[in-house]
């Protein structure tokens, strides 16, 4: 259970004197403080549904969260499948590409081969015309005739093989070139439903970071509302104090007091403490206080508001008075839920130096001086 509490000062004997007859008044008459437990016990109820409803804005937008990594995690897997299968499609372009000038440059080769060959058969045609014994009487001797001869056929020879090499391999070309074709049209067809596939992922990932974002809102939204009403709760408190005659509160220290940095950090009411009692609430600072001097402290079992301290506790066999001691803890009646202190000293005044957190309604920390009376004192 959490506790809140309102504003102690020091005052003198006169104000002590009105201050125990006040409590003891409001304890008999009660219109005062019912009119403070009213408002009190209406914002916690509204503190504790919206806390309820940002619980549950939260872990929505934390599931989205983890879905919207998941989803992450695919996209890129597909961009990086996307990017692997264009490196593919570059690779065959560019052999379709060589394939295209392979075959223009042996359509040129067979060109020029059969111009060549023209031209060697219209030689031999034309020599042909010369009778084979005009060709001798033209040969310096028979080895030359027979050179020229044998030149001629060669020529004629290897031209004709020449252009049936290249026309082998242009088909060979061709044919290469159909099946870079149609790999290439394969590739490209992945590629295309790689994109879609990437492009719905992608949808899947902006609408799911957008209803992210959008509960995040919810959220941050909701926890503006509780911080509005935890300062017009502070605010009724504060008024609920004046009216019984106290002055201004002391200044509060984030953190301070020794206690635990795993809880002074975190938000007011973040955890629950090992004796159930809610963080940077001063019921958990008592509590807590205590324990670090090596005594008993009971788990409160949902009995833990300051106002039950005395009652619950007695059930450990923990006797509670009127009579201050140091190391006791203070309970103060006020309020809905009451306020507990440490008692760090008892002064040769009739004041006590006492220790807390969240006497403003903001988890901070506390030390100062205060009348006595008017307090339960518990001796753990």
């Known amino acids: 259970m959490k506790q809140r509490s309102t504003t102690p ?45 940002v619980n549950r804005y939260q872990a929505a937008a934390n599931e989205l969260a983890g879905k919207a990594d998941t989803l992450q995690r695919e996209l890129s ?79 004629s020879t290897k031209l004709t093989s020449t252009i049936e090499e290249i026309k082998a391999l242009k088909k060979k070309l061709e044919s290469d070139k159909i099946d870079v074709e149609h790999i290439l049209a394969d590739q490209k067809n992945q590629r295309e439903a790689l994109t879609a596939k990437e492009n719905e992922q992608q949808k899947l990932v902006n609408d799911t970071k957008g209803e992210e974002a959008a509960y995040q809102n919810l959220s941050a939204s909701k926890n503006q509302e509780i911080s509005n009403l935890r300062a017009a709760q502070a605010e009724e408190n504060r008024r609920a104090m004046r009216s019984l005659g106290f002055g201004s509160i002391p200044a509060g220290i984030p953190g301070g007091g020794g206690y635990p940095g795993a809880w002074a950090n975190a938000p007011l009411d973040a955890y629950i403490d090992p004796w159930g009692l809610y963080t940077r609430e001063c019921v958990s600072y008592a509590a807590w206080k205590v324990h670090s001097t090596g005594r008993f402290v009971p788990h409160f079992g949902g009995r833990g ?76």
Do not use: C
């Not at 006040?22 to 009119?35: C, N």
């Not at 809905?336 to 920390?365: F, K």
């Open 305 to 380: 508001n300051a106002n039950q301290w005395p009652s619950t506790v007695a059930a450990y066999g923990i006797d509670s008075g009127s009579t201050p001691r140091a190391g006791s803890v203070a309970m103060w009646p006020i309020g809905y839920y009451g306020h507990v202190m440490y008692v760090e000293a008892v002064n040769g005044d009739g004041t006590i130096n006492v220790s807390d957190y969240n006497l403003n309604w903001d988890g901070n920390y506390r030390n100062y001086d205060r009348p006595a009376g008017g307090l339960t004192y518990i001796y753990f």
């Open 9 to 53: 000062v020091s005052t003198s004997f006169t104000a002590k004197a009105v201050l125990v007859a006040a409590v003891v008044l409001m304890a008999i008459a009660g219109p005062v403080q019912m009119a403070t437990t009213v408002k009190a016990d209406r914002y916690d109820d509204q503190i504790a549904a919206i806390q309820q409803e």
């Open 77 to 155: 897997r597909l961009n990086n499948e996307k990017a692997q299968l264009q490196a593919q499609i570059d690779l065959s372009q560019a052999k379709y590409d060589k394939l295209v000038s392979d075959i223009a440059q042996t359509e040129a080769k067979i060109a020029d081969n059969r111009k060549a060959l023209g031209e060697t058969i219209a030689d031999l045609y034309i020599d042909g015309k010369v009778s084979p014994l005009e060709m001798l009487a033209s040969s310096k001797n028979i080895g030359d005739y027979v050179d020229k001869q044998s030149y001629r056929e060669a020529i």
